[in-house]
């Protein structure tokens, strides 16, 4: 009877509801809300040219340490050992301090352009391009300086975009994973 059916109707056309830029940047926004940073939180992932992932990070305070005993608020004038800036380990910092793979030729993904300080970190480590969400310190030393890094060290860097649709398509689907 069915031998000689063939099955077209079955070879339908498919598509991922994200690319690898909207994926990675999505898994570097998750990285950014496990931070503690009530102000500002910041998170990025690292793939390789295969888009693995290799290693993330999001901004906190030094590994280990007593984090009762440190400040969070945002008081500007208090003395530097009183502010979070002393002891906050940067989003890239952390992922590059516990990758466990060299990150030679890999892409960022970092929710906020890079400071100064990590774009440092992000060129010794030959990392090939960052794709970034936000730049809202453009204009600043510390966000010239990290442009001029990467521009010297031929680092690509790009601004995504993500589309609101991303959203309403990840609420269906969260909507789908958590029902019955
Ligand atoms: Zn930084």
């Known amino acids: 009877m069915s031998e000689n059916k063939n099955y077209t109707d079955n070879y339908i056309e498919a598509k991922s509801a994200v690319d690898w830029d909207e994926y990675f940047m999505l898994q570097a926004i ?3 809300f496990k931070s503690k940073d009530p102000a500002t939180k910041v998170g990025c ?3 390789d040219q295969n888009n693995h992932q290799i ?9 280990g340490i007593d984090e009762s005993k ?3 608020g945002k008081l500007k004038n208090a003395p530097l050992e009183h502010q979070k800036y002393g002891y906050v380990v940067h989003a890239e910092a952390n992922a590059i301090l516990h990758s466990p793979g060299n990150l ?7 929710t906020l352009f890079p400071c100064h300080e990590c774009a440092k970190l992000l060129a010794s480590s030959k990392v090939d ?10 204009g600043t030393e510390t966000n010239t300086i990290a442009r001029k890094i990467f521009e010297l060290t031929d680092i690509k860097f790009r601004r995504l975009k993500l589309e ?9 689907h969260f909507h789908e994973m958590t029902n019955d």
């Open 30 to 32: 998750m990285a950014s």
């Open 45 to 47: 992932v690292f793939v």
């Open 55 to 63: 290693t993330f990070g999001y901004n906190g305070f030094v590994a």
């Open 70 to 72: 440190l400040p969070w």
């Open 104 to 110: 030679k030729g890999s892409k960022c993904y970092v």
């Open 129 to 138: 391009e960052i794709i970034y969400l936000q730049d809202k310190h453009f």
């Open 164 to 172: 609101d649709d991303i959203i309403s398509k990840l609420s269906h």
